[in-house]
Structures are given as C-alpha cells and as structure tokens.
C-alpha cells in the first residue's frame, strides 16, 4: 500500500479513537461533550492531567482498553507519517538527481523554450524521431505531465543563465524558441545567444512584426505559425501528392528513408570535390537534392559543382545509405 495512502488511514483512525472515546464517556459516565473530548483528548495523547471528573469502574476499564488502543493507534500513525515524510523526500532526493544526470549526459541535443501547443507538436515529432532534447517550461503541472510521459523537462524561465545551463546550452545543437508570447521569445533568444553565440536559434513570432526584433536579437530563423500553417494547407491543396510523399519521408516510419543535412567541415573529404569526383551516388548511393551556401539555395546541383566548406547539403536515401554516408564522410545533422 502506498505511503500517502497510508498516512490517510492513520489520521482517520486517530480520529475514529477520539469520536468513540468522547462517545464512551459521554454514554458511560453521562458526561457533557465538552467533558467526555476533554477527556479522550488527554488520554489519547497521554498526557496526564488527571481525570475530568471522577470515574466509576465501567469508565476505568473503558479508559485503560482506550489508552492501549490509542497507544497502538498513535504509534502506528506515528510510523506511517514518518515513512510518509522520509519516502517523499527521498523520492523527490533521488528524481532530482535522476534528471541532473540524464542532463549532464546531453550532447548535441535540442533544447525547445515552451511546451505550449506548438511545443507539445514539436515534442511528439521529436519523440517519433528518437533526437535527444530537453524541454524548459515555466509550469509546474506542465512538466510533471512532461515527466509522467518519460519527456526530460525542466521547470523554469528559459530567459535564465541558471536554467539554460542546466538544459545544457553550451553542448546543444539547436534551440526551439515557441512562447506562447512574442516579448517571453525575445528574451528567451537574447538569452541563449548571449550564452552560446555559436548555437542555432529557430524562434516562434506570434505577430510578423516582431520577427526583424527577434533577428536582431540573435534568432537564426523566425517562423510564423500561423503563415506557416497557411503555407501548408494551400500546398496541401495544390500538391497533395508531393506533400503526402515528404511526410511519409519525414514524419513516419513506413518507408526507409530520410532526408538530412550535412555540413561540409573545412577538414572533410568533400571539401574541393565535386560530385563526380567524389562520386557519392556511385560509392554510398546517396542523392544530393540541394547545396544551402551563404543563405542560398542550389537546387538539384549538377555534378560539376564544387562543395565548399560551411555548405549544408541536403541529403536523400535509404536509411542504410545514410549510415554508410555517415561512416565515410562524417555526422549527418
């Protein structure tokens, strides 16, 4: 039986000690409630201020049966609310420290600022996608049912050095601004530029406007939910089939294929190459749809194109095509 169910039986039974023995009284030595809870009271707790009035021998022998009974009451509910008390702070001792050390274990993870209904979509996704991340929300009944469903959470203000340290910003890959609020975004973006000027930053704008504040203030992407969601639906409408095709590739598990990025470090075996001569689709089998470099797209590069460093190239294949991509040329993104 569980501790806190057991600590709330104790107290009843306590209770139902002091109603029976001020009833006893009052039945058996014909006593006025005040008298006979007087009295029940001063037994119960033992603490020995003699009796109300005197007893007859009926009442002796009622009260000695109550002083053994509530003995075994009090010391059993004496051990139930320590165990109580003791369990809970080891529990919560132990969560604590549970949570710091899956934390100190997070590399190159996502860190996602608000677990609205945009965050919670964007925790299913990544969920799905099995990606390490770390979730920052500032309500308490908001992250334990993060924690309820296995999801690390932390309770605090993503604005905060403390708490932004503690999700690990220095070791994470990309940052997840979604405030239910545009001023709560700006912050939380300051923030994280200010203590990781290298670190990816997409942020949430409610209102279009303050997308150019959320730039300035360190935002690498800022994205509209709203615009976003009438983008999807009007390509939804004019391209159900492309659509269909792409969430099959990126959001489920029915087909085995991905798309991923990979950027071209100044010390890889790409850099310089072409892709005729590195020949990736005849060595790995891999197609590269696209080459982002210096915030410019190159769609469907032709084979004579050079890859440079700091290129981030949009990668196609099998799942298998992409893990042996990965063994010969470096980590996907």
């Known amino acids: 039986m569980p501790k806190s169910k057991n600590a709330l039986n104790s107290l009843i039974l306590v209770l139902l000690v002091v109603v029976l023995g001020t009833a006893g009284f009052m039945v058996i030595e014909g006593w006025p409630l005040l008298d006979a809870l007087y009295m029940t009271i001063i037994t119960v707790s033992t603490i020995g201020y003699g009796e ?112 932004l340290n503690l999700a ?37 704008a409610l209102d279009k406007v303050n997308e150019p504040k959320l730039m300035k203030c360190g935002a690498n992407v800022t994205l509209s939910t709203s615009e976003i969601g009438g983008h999807r639906l009007a390509s939804i409408a004019l391209n159900p089939s492309i659509n269909s095709f792409l969430d099959v590739v990126q959001r489920t598990n029915k087909m085995d294929a991905s798309i991923v990025e990979f950027i071209v470090t100044p010390s890889c075996s790409l850099k310089g190459k072409n892709q005729k001569e590195a020949n990736i689709r005849g060595s790995v089998g891999v197609t590269i749809l696209g080459i982002l470099r210096n915030k410019e797209y190159i769609f469907n590069p032709g084979p004579e194109i050079p890859l440079e460093a700091e290129d981030t190239l949009l990668l196609f294949g099998t799942n298998e095509q992409i893990k042996k991509f990965k063994q010969v040329y470096g980590t996907a993104m």
């Open 52 to 163: 109300t009035h005197s007893l007859s021998d009926t009442g002796r022998i009622f009260d000695i049966l109550l002083i053994v009974v509530s003995i075994s009451v009090v010391a059993y509910g004496v051990t139930n609310l320590v165990g109580f008390i003791v369990e809970g702070k080891l529990n919560s001792y132990f969560k604590v420290k549970r949570m710091e050390k899956a934390l100190l274990g997070l590399k190159d993870h996502y860190i996602i600022c608000g677990a609205g209904r945009t965050g919670h979509a964007i925790i299913e996704e990544f969920q799905g996608a099995k990606v390490p991340f770390v979730v920052i929300e500032k309500s308490e009944e908001v992250v334990e049912q993060l924690k309820e469903k296995h999801v690390l959470a932390i309770c605090g203000d993503s604005a905060s050095d403390e708490i």
């Open 168 to 204: 690990g910003i220095s070791r994470a890959k990309r940052i997840i601004v979604v405030h239910s609020t545009d001023s709560e975004n700006l912050f939380a973006v300051l923030s994280c530029r200010q203590l990781n000027p290298d670190i990816y930053i997409v942020a949430r």
